[in-house]
């Protein structure tokens, strides 16, 4: 086939650069024709928390990728739309994420429509996690002119079922499993060394931006309750802060466990992410809401046992086999309850089932490109 693929690509960091540029690599492989048109420009800065939404250090490896489509210059609109009919597309698979894209996906996906254009809509979210009635009054302006969804997970689909037209077609498919992140080949003790981390504690990892919705304070009380335990691990916050980090900084300093703690409170580039992976004994992902993440996929690459929160409903994460412990969202004390079992190893781990290995990516592809 002959797909043009929107969305951002590295050099833009984050969750949704890496998943668009994975599945930009998968449809290659697979020999489709792919055209990957990115963004010119992202955010703003003054809506972006971030230190920046670049990170330079790393470049897409993909062929055929144009820098073009942007949020709000209606230049960069229409030339994004003369290179997707110049290329004469069979699907344009398009993400959809965050509102502040609006203005820019009701123009081009009502253009899609009219020219006759099969389009799909890769949902990681229907409306951001920290979302009200206003974003979802503008997730309902932006695709009402979309009829074909592809969601993550059943819980998102039912988000999005309320907000789109009712004849549209959604299917579902789990949110692959991320290897980008190559092996080092380094000992356990090696990278730990190299991260300047506790040798001999078992790590919990905490990995990724670090938002409200993401339950960090949840588990930074559970880390509290489990201080009198008086057991030798030892917590890795290994992210840039979205929020104020006083905030976390006075609760780790009531709680008095900022000796059992590392925070790197920065992007982590790709270069060294697989190294907190490998360093680490088990994630942590103590999620108020979201429906997926893609921190988790990486854990899942790494096959580090899990501990996640009732909030995360993936179908690859129900059914993993290296180690899952799932507590009710929010509940600090269940957290340190599964964090006890998880340090004890009271769980069985069938450290040979290989989600590295097994082709998530494919069962995704069978649903976007299926007519």
């Known amino acids: 086939m002959k797909i043009v693929l929107l969305g951002p690509v590295p050099p833009y960091r984050g969750g949704i650069a890496h998943f668009?540029?994975?599945l930009a690599e998968k449809l290659l492989s697979e020999e489709h024709e792919v055209l990957t048109i990115s963004f010119r420009k992202q955010y703003p800065r003054w809506l972006y928390p971030g230190k920046s939404d670049k990170d330079f250090s790393q470049n897409t490896k993909i062929k055929d990728v144009l820098f073009l489509f942007s949020p709000l210059n209606f230049f960069d609109w229409h030339k994004t739309l003369r290179e997707i009919k110049s290329y004469q597309p069979d699907l344009v698979i398009y993400p959809w994420w965050v509102t502040f894209w609006t203005p820019a996906t009701s123009w081009l996906l009502g253009r899609l429509r009219k020219l006759g254009i099969n389009t799909k809509i890769l949902v990681h979210n229907a409306y951001p996690h920290e979302g009200g009635w206003l974003d979802k009054k503008l997730t309902a302006f932006a695709l009402k002119d979309a009829r074909s969804f592809v969601t993550m997970t059943e819980k998102e689909t039912q988000r999005l079922r309320t907000l789109v037209y009712k004849d549209s077609k959604i299917e579902?498919?789990?949110?692959p499993v991320y290897a980008q992140f190559p092996l080092s080949g380094f000992s356990k003790r090696e990278v730990r060394e190299k991260l300047e981390l506790p040798v001999n504690a078992q790590i919990a990892l905490f990995f990724g931006f670090v938002r409200p919705y993401k339950g960090l304070g949840t588990l930074l009380e559970a880390m509290g309750k489990l201080k009198q335990e008086h057991l030798n691990l030892h917590l890795v916050v290994a992210g840039e802060f979205w929020q104020d980090r006083d905030l976390y900084e006075k609760q780790i300093r009531d709680l008095q466990i900022g000796d059992m703690m590392t925070i790197r409170a920065e992007y982590i580039p790709d270069s060294e992410a697989g190294l907190y992976f490998e360093?680490?004994?088990?994630?942590?992902?103590?999620?108020?809401e979201g429906t997926q993440s893609g921190s988790i996929k990486i854990a899942m690459g790494y096959h580090l046992p899990m501990i996640v929160t009732d909030a995360i409903t993936d179908?690859?994460?129900?059914n993993y086999q290296d180690g899952l412990g799932m507590v009710k969202a929010g509940e600090a004390g269940l957290l340190a309850e599964k964090i006890i079992d998880m340090f004890s190893s009271k769980f069985v781990y069938h450290t040979n089932h290989s989600f590295r290995d097994r082709d998530s990516w494919q069962l995704l592809l069978d649903v976007l490109l299926r007519k």
């Open 20 to 22: 668009t540029q994975a």
């Open 279 to 288: 360093a680490a004994d088990f994630f942590v992902a103590p999620y108020l």
């Open 315 to 318: 179908p690859l994460i129900l």
């Open 172 to 175: 579902t498919a789990a949110h």
